[in-house]
């Protein structure tokens, strides 16, 4: 078996110039352990956040508030990346050239570094977590996978990620918008709400203002990232089902943010997401994952020099259409290429040397450029890797209108099965 790796590189886009390239940021031995866990300032920022992505929910799916929405601002050594594999397996190769005569030979100017679209392992977090195999337990992702047929959903995430991705970001919508509709005391997305009088004909600001309240209501409801990671005690009820709720919403709120901090190329909030992905990892016994997080902050905090931390921090984005939020990890654009690579090489037949696939690999992203440009010119319409997704709008609205007729965001009696620890509901006339 052979194993090949392709190699992208891309011009920085934030250089800092006027940072050291030599020394380190800090001891490693001086920090305190307490500074590689969640801090205050940590579900601070993640709170705020989640109150823009919540704003921006609200005036998508709630059609009235839809105007108060518009201008809602959006957010805002060589480092080699790849997934875990590939991490654990240069550092091997660093151990392993230690008695080299120069820093080059001993791979010393390699500094590994995990990569963004594959710490989508959380997914499989959250599965381990949340997700059970039968639709029988109400209110679970096999439940809602039941109801909103998502077959192309499978038991393991890491084969079906953007499926499994794409699920679990409709039912934690749904789940935050049927929290937004008992704080507004309507049943439905489209029923009609109660504003403040005079709140259309405002000035924006007071409408951005209206609608930053009713979201930090929302968040404050529905997630447990403050109470979970400030030492607070989290109260757990007898309803399992009630606990289940607020146990994805929390896990969902801190994949929203995960996917909007790499969106908008922000390497600071992205930072923020590992750490407060750090526990559920170990909880998880995600090891090797734990050990890549905690390298990032040793690297970041004080083993490399402050250019390089700088860089290994910001410098994990691509954008390759222009404009703001759109942004993807370097890893993914990478893919990407890959993929078009594996279909030339598939078409070199009996000609595939090694010769040949270093040419290629080379002359990929020209032979792009070259088909694109003739494309354009007989009128092709133009491909992309996007997948296509048809709306989840009517899903979001099936699982707001079946978590709230269901109080599933209510605390009631129940009994927990020893299969799930879930629960049924016992209702009280």
């Known amino acids: ?132 195999q039968t639709s029988r337990d109400h209110g679970t992702l096999g439940y809602f996978k039941s109801l909103l047929n998502r077959t192309t959903v499978k038991n393991d995430p890491k084969k079906e990620v953007n499926a499994s991705l794409e699920f679990l970001l409709t039912v934690v919508k749904g789940h935050i918008l049927a929290v937004a509709c008992e704080v507004l005391g309507v049943t439905k997305l489209d029923s009609p709400l109660q504003l403040p009088p005079g709140l259309r004909e405002g000035d924006s600001q007071s409408q951005l203002s209206f609608l930053r309240r009713l979201a930090l209501q929302v968040v404050d409801r529905c997630t447990l990232v403050g109470a979970a990671l400030t030492r607070d005690k989290v109260v757990e009820t007898q309803d399992g089902v009630y606990n289940y709720a607020r146990v994805l919403c929390h896990f969902g709120a801190l994949v929203m943010e995960f996917l909007d901090a790499w969106a908008e190329g922000d390497g600071d909030r992205m930072y923020c997401c590992y750490r407060l992905f750090l526990p559920h990892f170990i909880i998880a016994n995600c090891r090797k994952y734990s050990l890549e997080v905690l390298r990032l902050q040793t690297q970041v905090k004080a083993m490399l020099s402050p250019h390089l931390a700088h860089h290994i921090l910001w410098d994990r984005f691509i954008n390759t259409k222009g404009g703001m939020g759109n942004n993807i990890p370097c890893n993914l654009h990478n893919e990407h290429i890959n993929k078009l690579l594996k279909g030339v090489i598939a078409n070199m037949g009996s000609n595939l040397t090694e010769v040949a696939l270093r040419r290629a690999a080379q002359s990929v992203s020209f032979i792009q450029s070259i088909c694109h440009g003739f494309d354009r010119s007989s009128g092709v319409p133009f491909g992309t890797h996007a997948h296509s997704t048809r709306t989840d709008e009517k899903d979001v609205a099936r699982v707001v209108s079946t978590v709230f007729v269901s109080d599933w965001l209510l605390v009631l009696p129940a009994y927990i099965t020893a299969s799930t620890g879930i629960g049924t509901r016992l209702r009280t006339s």
Not at 15 to 27: C, K
Request: net charge neutral.
């Open 1 to 132: 078996m052979v194993h090949m790796y392709s190699l992208l590189a891309a011009r920085s886009r934030l250089p800092p110039l006027d940072l050291s390239r030599t020394g380190q940021v800090a001891d490693v031995m001086s920090l305190p352990w307490q500074s590689f866990l969640p801090s205050q300032g940590d579900v601070d920022s993640v709170r705020n956040n989640l109150v823009v992505l919540v704003s921006r929910l609200l005036a998508q799916y709630f059609k009235c508030l839809s105007p108060l929405g518009k201008e809602y601002p959006p957010e805002k050594k060589v480092a080699s990346g790849g997934d875990q594999l590939t991490c654990e397996r240069q550092a091997a190769a660093v151990r392993h050239m230690m008695d080299g005569d120069t820093p080059k030979d001993r791979l010393q100017l390699l500094e590994p570094q995990l990569e963004d679209w594959h710490s989508l392992v959380c997914m499989q977090v959250i599965w381990k977590t949340l997700y059970g």
